[in-house]
């Protein structure tokens, strides 16, 4: 499965019940943001515990590894025959 697909597939599963929705340790899920990506696109941030500055720094690093694996795969399938 390609890292499109997996992105996909995850943002298309229902959400779940409040019982479901306990973290480890009995902590409960709360939405740290959401906001508009494109026209058609949104976001909703999830999280669990304390989120601090350490937290969001790390998250902006798996955010941009993301968006490098994204921009990777669509080089190769810009890619033609001739290049």
């Known amino acids: 499965m390609d890292y499109k697909a997996g992105l996909a597939e995850t943002s298309s599963k229902p959400a ?24 058609d696109a949104s976001f909703r941030l999830i999280v669990t515990g304390n989120i601090g500055v350490k937290e969001i720094e790390r998250l902006i690093k798996k955010l941009e590894l993301d968006k490098e694996i994204l921009a990777e795969q ?5 890619k033609g025959i001739f290049a």
């Open 74 to 78: 669509d080089d190769e399938e810009n």
């Open 16 to 39: 779940a019940s409040s019982a479901a929705r306990k973290g480890q340790a009995g902590r409960c899920e709360r939405e740290l943001t959401t906001g508009l990506l494109a026209k």
